[in-house]
């Protein structure tokens, strides 16, 4: 302890010379706006295979209050004399608001420089100005330390960095290793008599199926569960639960009709990225099981005596296991039907056992359901069809979605019965209330015919972004698959910028009409549902008066600063703090906020005790759990040799001639303009 007060000294000092040394702020006070964080330094590793780093920041520009009218961003520039070193990206979070977010990946060893240029335009007078706020970057990239073995057990990131957000998962797929890849299981439990199934039933059943895919790098958890969900009384067919768009919805029914004990809805698309993404598994798109090939979001379970084990049956048909042309439980490798009892795809009754090239597709169908999902919360919504009485629910709509993606918004509607697009034509529109105002003023209308979809928008495509057409995706109803492919759910992808402003809430409506049966329905029946499709966002500061830190090893160090989120992004947050030192990247777990909202935050760590003195770096490292976004804010850190009494002393002379020093620079400048 004898040593804190120099150092604190020593650091208010520099943090005063700092402070002189920056002649102006980084936005000029004439224009309205503030700029988060100040801190224009990037380190990340590089230098190694394999080690690539990265450094994330997002830099948040707000209009000031009171400023009369709108200001607006009209441009982003970055350039820099390494362009493979640094990307940016633009995104506008709310009016007045601007996110823009920096990447620094390092491609070798070395400090590089780049120039980011915001243009504001703001009302001046009784007119409005356009100005240019400059921002000098560096990054430097650093070696990081010996390959450190991976670790066992628990999954901490990998010490090059961070992939980036919705980043697929890559080429190589291995068939076994860590599970990196984590599912959420939502238990839906229909209504019924008792006994029903406890929390430790669930639990038991999740520890089941963990074994079972123990290897294939896919593990499960399991969400709080849904109880009394109501059922159609004749059917068993369970009401639509509110389903969370970050698991897949596991509906625990009492009885399904027949011998099944479970079954589930696979969606089997026909992109040209699903057809990539086969290639990759080495499997040909157009064979019989390229056909058959599918995912799925829902399972059904019977409760009973295995209802663990149906539930990994279940979960293997979702993670495209046991695809083929009926019967459904194939080997991908030979493709015939498994009569081994021992595998998990067996037909009835099932064992345990995955095959390598099944752990591999489990593997990478779940990173495929990973990447299409909402990415961080609050960004999905289902709305469910009146039930309709009609014996005949062909064209009938069961429920339409909407999922809020960073890039485009993925519009899907799910039909009560599977059909066939050439013989039915049929016809989907979309229209979209962006203001509000109770009255559509955007619209998508895409007609099937002559074996093609004609897709019109307003406004036209020459004005906003052109809307693809839409894509069927063909469900197959397990365990008995639908013969001829017919269409189960219609999708539309729309980029977000068709819209007039890509964050706040959205009014949509999706129609489907049928014309050679006669059929219209729409989801909402009446009206607009509305969804705040802003993307979601994280950014930490780190506070002002932690730029340098001065630490020795062993010592406590108490890290504090800010945290900004909108209100979509969900999930807990958990942060750890990076060093780069004589003994390669340390990483240190500082703690966890549960719930995300723009908050104050503050940990405190303690450094390992055998780090060699060093002027180096120190990263905090904010990362969603729920959706893997990260964020980041760094600060220069001196390690100090705490040995010896000598120490301190030196450094309180040291402070005290920096600081006879400053004396000396303030009162000659206070002279300067005298002179002038
Ligand atoms: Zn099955």
């Avoid at 993925?410 to 979309?430: I, M, N, R």
């Amino acid at each position: 302890m004898r040593s804190v007060y120099p150092s604190a000294l020593a650091v208010l000092v520099l943090a005063l010379l700092c402070d002189l040394s920056q002649a102006q702020d980084a936005v000029p006070a004439r224009i309205p706006v503030t700029l988060t964080p100040e801190e224009f330094r990037f380190f990340a590793c590089a230098g190694r295979p394999g080690e690539e780093g990265e450094h994330v920041r997002a830099f948040f520009l707000l209009q000031k209050a009171g400023t009369p009218g709108r200001v607006e961003f009209p441009g982003v520039d970055l350039t820099t004399d390494q362009p493979d070193d640094w990307t940016s990206s633009k995104g506008q979070v709310a009016d007045g608001e601007l996110q823009v977010t920096v990447t620094f990946r390092p491609q070798a060893v070395r400090t590089s420089t780049a120039t980011l240029k915001i243009q504001v335009d703001y009302p001046l007078g009784g007119g409005r100005v356009t100005e240019t706020i400059t921002l000098a970057l560096e990054g430097r990239g650093v070696v990081c330390g010996p390959a450190t073995p991976p670790a066992g057990g628990g999954d901490p990131p990998p010490a090059g960095g961070t992939p980036p957000d919705g980043a697929p998962g890559g080429g190589a797929t291995p068939a076994s290793g860590p599970a990196d890849i984590e599912l959420c299981l939502k238990f839906h439990l229909v209504d019924g008599p008792p006994p029903r199934p406890t929390d430790a039933d669930f639990d038991a059943w999740v520890d089941e199926v963990n074994r079972t895919f123990a290897g294939s790098g896919v593990r499960f958890k399991r969400s709080p569960p849904t109880r009394n969900v109501p059922s159609a009384p004749e059917t068993g067919e369970p009401e639509l639960a509110e389903e969370d768009p970050h698991c897949l919805d596991v509906y625990i029914v009492d009885d399904i009709p027949g011998p099944t004990l479970g079954d589930g809805d696979v969606l089997n698309p026909e992109s040209e990225e699903w057809r990539a993404m086969l290639r990759e598994l080495g499997i040909d798109p157009d064979s019989p099981l390229g056909k058959n090939m599918g995912y799925g979001r829902r399972c059904r379970v019977e409760i009973g005596r295995n209802s663990g084990r149906t539930l990994a049956h279940e979960l293997g048909h979702i993670l495209g296991l046991g695809a083929g042309p009926d019967p459904i439980h194939r080997d991908p490798e030979t493709g015939d039907d498994i009569e081994d009892g021992e595998r998990l795809m067996h037909g009835t009754p099932q064992g345990t056992k995955l095959t390598d090239k099944e752990k591999q597709i489990a593997r990478r169908l779940a990173r495929w359901i990973e990447d299409h999902r909402s990415p961080c919360g609050g960004s999905q919504q289902r709305v469910p069809s009146p039930r309709n009485e009609q014996l005949d629910p062909r064209g009938d709509l069961r429920f339409a979605s909407l999922l809020a993606l960073d890039r485009e918004l993925v519009f899907t509607a799910f039909l009560e019965a599977p059909f066939d697009l050439a013989a039915t034509s049929p016809a989907l529109s979309l229209e979209l209330d962006t203001d509000l105002d109770g009255a559509a003023d955007h619209f998508v209308s895409s007609q099937f015919a002559d074996n093609q979809w004609l897709t019109e928008q307003e406004p036209p495509a020459e004005l906003r972004a052109p809307v693809p057409a839409p894509e069927a995706l063909f469900e197959i109803h397990l365990p008995a698959p639908v013969p001829d492919r017919r269409a189960g759910a219609l999708q539309l992808r729309v980029p977000r910028e068709f819209l007039p402003q890509s964050y706040g809430p959205l009014g949509w409506r999706l129609a489907l009409s049928q014309r050679a049966l006669g059929t219209d329905d729409a989801v909402p029946a009446q009206g607009f549902s509305t969804l705040d499709i802003t993307t979601p966002a994280l950014a930490i500061t780190l506070d002002g008066n932690l730029r340098q830190l001065r630490v020795a090893p062993n010592s406590p160090l108490t890290l504090s600063g800010s945290l900004i989120t909108t209100p979509t992004l969900d999930g807990q947050i958990d942060f750890s703090a990076r060093i780069l030192s004589d003994q390669g990247l340390l990483q240190l777990p500082l703690g966890t906020l549960d719930k995300p909202a723009p908050d104050i935050w503050s940990f405190a760590a303690t450094l390992p005790a055998d780090l060699a003195p060093a002027s180096t770096f120190l990263s905090v490292i904010a990362r969603c759990s729920r959706c893997q976004r990260v964020t980041s804010d760094v600060a220069a850190l001196e390690l100090v040799d705490d040995s010896g009494g000598g120490l301190p002393l030196l450094l309180l002379l040291l402070s005290l001639v920096a600081l006879a020093g400053l004396v000396l620079l303030l009162s000659r400048r206070k002279r300067t303009p005298a002179a002038t």
